[in-house]
């Protein structure tokens, strides 16, 4: 069975660019969420979908971080403009129900120059 | 206080060892609990879910103690091959989605 997709794998891009990281979840799960990690502050969720509306976004850390899901399987992930602090590695999960465990993509490393 | 609290180690156990992980909640209405492997530059990835009752996998068990709040993930005969960042995740029902706490970072040692 396939998994959580996500691209690009690796992303190398300078400050000021516009980044787009995609991700097409398992088919037949309901939520999607997409989170950050980094060696400081660990793994944090940005945002998550259910059944393709946002449900909660507080994660996002600024107005520079959009997010859409425009069908059941697909989403992105939107950094306008992009900044080094940006820098990390972005995961997409996606679940059944809220209750059941998350099945994560192989990321997208990003570094903004 | 942080929602999933874990001692992030690091943990260096020598091959052939027992060790124990525990994670403590801050929710007391929480619903359901996983622990969750991350090797090094990889995704998380689900080891177990923890039931009631407590649970075992092989060499893995995994126990919730409810009324102290903590979940607890016990390795037994450790391999090489265990070496990595385990995560305690946790569903507060208010919340409506995981929790996951910041890892415990394992080595097992020849």
């Known amino acids: 069975d396939a998994g959580v997709i996500q691209s690009p794998r690796h992303e190398v891009t300078e400050m000021g660019q516009e980044v787009t990281l995609r991700c097409k979840p398992i088919?037949?799960?309901?939520?999607l969420f997409w989170y950050r990690q980094t060696m400081m502050r660990g793994l944090e969720l940005l945002i998550y979908?259910?059944?393709?509306?946002?449900?909660?976004d507080s994660g996002m850390p600024e107005d520079r971080f959009s997010a859409k899901m425009p069908n059941a399987s697909f989403s992105t992930l939107k950094i306008q403009p992009s900044e080094p602090r940006d820098s990390a590695v972005y995961f997409c999960?996606?679940?059944?129900?809220?209750?059941?465990?998350?099945?994560f993509g192989d990321g997208t490393r990003l570094s903004i120059l | 206080r942080k929602e999933v609290e874990q001692d992030p180690g690091p943990f260096n156990v020598p091959e052939g060892a027992t060790v124990a992980f525990n994670c403590t909640y801050s929710?007391?209405?929480?619903?359901?609990f996983f622990w969750y492997r991350q090797d090094c530059r990889k995704e998380p990835k689900l080891l177990m879910s923890?039931?009631?009752s407590g649970n075992e996998d092989g060499r893995f068990t995994a126990q919730l103690n409810r009324a102290s709040q903590y979940i607890s993930l016990l390795i037994r005969d450790s391999k090489l091959s265990d070496s990595a960042t385990y995560l305690c995740?946790?569903?507060?029902?208010?919340?409506?989605?995981?929790?996951f706490g910041s890892g415990t970072q394992l080595t097992v040692l020849p």
């Open positions: 999960a996606s679940s059944p129900t809220s209750n059941q465990p998350q099945h």
């Open positions: 088919s037949g799960h309901d939520y």
């Open positions: 979908f259910n059944n393709n509306v946002p449900i909660d």
């Open positions: 929710n007391s209405a929480s619903q359901s």
């Open positions: 923890v039931y009631s």
């Open positions: 995740v946790v569903n507060p029902w208010s919340a409506r989605q995981l929790t």
